[in-house]
Structure formats: C-alpha cells, structure tokens
T-cell receptor, first 114, second 112 residues
Framework: GNSVTQMEGPVTLSEEAFLTINCTYT??????LFWYVQYPGEGLQLLLK?????DKGSNKGFEATYRKETTSFHLEKGSVQVSDSAVYFC?????????????FGSGTQLTVLP | ETGVTQSPTHLIKTRGQQVTLRCSSQ?????VSWYQQALGQGPQFIFQ???????GRGNFPPRFSGLQFPNYSSELNVNALELDDSALYLC???????????FGPGTRLTVT
C-alpha cells in the first residue's frame, strides 16, 4: 500500500536558521502531496500542497516541490521563527473505495530556540 | 466562514463502555472524514461519509461506526472501548472532488 516516510525528529534549530524536513513516499499512480502542521493541543492545519510533478507548494515562507523522480516532497523554510515550533506531517492522497483519504507520515517535531 | 468544530474536547471512559464524538463540518463542505491519532504518531484514517453514507473505511473494526446527518455534521461511535482506543480523534471536512481536508481541533479520548 501507499506510505509516507519522514525524517525522524526532534529537530531543534536557532531562530533564523534554515529548515529542511525530508519526506519521501511510496504510491501507485501520482498522488497529491501535502504538508500539515500541528501546534500543541490543536488539530492539523493545511500548510501547503502540490497536485502534480514539479509543482511547488508555498505558504508562510515554507516551500515544498513535488519530485516524481525521487518520490520526495521535502519541506523547506529559509529563516525559521520561534512561532514555527510545532509538529509537521507529510501526507499523500489516496483512494479507499470512493473515499479520498490522506495517508500521513509519523510527524517531525520542530523546536525553534530564540 | 465557520471552521470544523468537534465536541467534546476531552473525554474519559472505562474499558467496555461506548462513546459518541461529534463533528460539524466547515461551511459548504459535504464530506466528513474521521482519523485516529495515537500519541506521537500520524493520524490514521477511520472512515469517510458523503451524502449520509460511508464511502470508504480504513483498517478499523466494525465497533467503530459513524453517521452523517443532512446538515453534513457527523458522529463517530465506538463500542466496547479498549485501552488502545485512547487517542486524539480528528474530524476533517472537504469537498467531494478535492483531496485537501480541513481538520477540527480533535477530541482527546482516554480509556482507563
């Protein structure tokens, strides 16, 4: 079946550092890809998405490019802030029956220190 | 625009009991999905409802069941609770032809 593998955390960075969180996937066909963010005690928020190869999703300074050749969707940000501290989940779209569902990675905890 | 809401926020139940969790979808969204998120893990798909019918289910036993109402709100019912059912239960709404889903804040269920 389809699956998502994320780099293990936790990741600790200083403010203004460069962030990369690796994500690779295994899937039949060409799924849509997503990054979600979960702040402490909250649900998941959609951060960005890409629906086809070479698409770049971006939002709030975060970017990720859909790489079909390496089956990857790595999350990057040029300068992190303390407020970016959260758990980040990579996900791909999947069909079960006629349900469009999301398959998630295990998440990467990011802590940004001032 | 109203986002996805869930109730209750927290719940403590005893093994063997039954529980009902509730979800109101985002305005205009007629598809509702439920996910289980165990501590330290990513969410796992339970099932999805569209037009008041279950249209897909993940690897969860039949004691996990649901309903969707004409106003698109939804319930998740879990019978014969087990200790391993302790988790954050997330509801997400979407449009039927779109993959992106919008999540509520979740219900934290603890089974003792």
């Amino acid at each position: 079946g389809n699956s998502v593998t994320q780099m293990e955390g936790p990741v600790t960075l200083s403010e203004e550092a460069f962030l990369t969180i690796n994500c690779t996937y295994t899937a039949t066909g060409y799924p849509s890809l997503f990054w979600y963010v979960q702040y402490p005690g909250e649900g998941l928020q959609l951060l960005l998405k890409a629906t086809k190869a070479d698409d770049k999703g971006s939002n709030k300074g975060f970017e990720a490019t859909y790489r079909k050749e390496t089956t990857s969707f790595h999350l990057e940000k040029g300068s992190v802030q303390v407020s970016d501290s959260a758990v980040y989940f990579c996900a791909l779209s999947d069909l079960i029956g006629s349900a469009r569902q999301l398959t998630f990675g295990s998440g990467t905890q990011l802590t940004v220190l001032p | 625009e109203t986002g996805v809401t869930q109730s209750p926020t927290h719940l403590i139940k005893t093994r063997g009991q039954q529980v009902t969790l509730r979800c109101s979808s985002q305005s205009g969204h007629n598809t509702v999905s439920w996910y289980q998120q165990a501590l330290g893990q990513g969410p796992q798909f339970i099932f999805q409802y569209y037009r008041e019918e279950e249209n897909g289910r993940g690897n969860f036993p039949p004691r996990f069941s649901g309903l969707q109402f004409p106003n698109y709100s939804s319930e998740l019912n879990v019978n014969a609770l087990e200790l391993d059912d302790s988790a954050l239960y997330l509801c997400a709404s979407s449009l039927p032809d779109r993959y992106e889903q919008y999540f509520g804040p979740g219900t934290r269920l603890t089974v003792t």
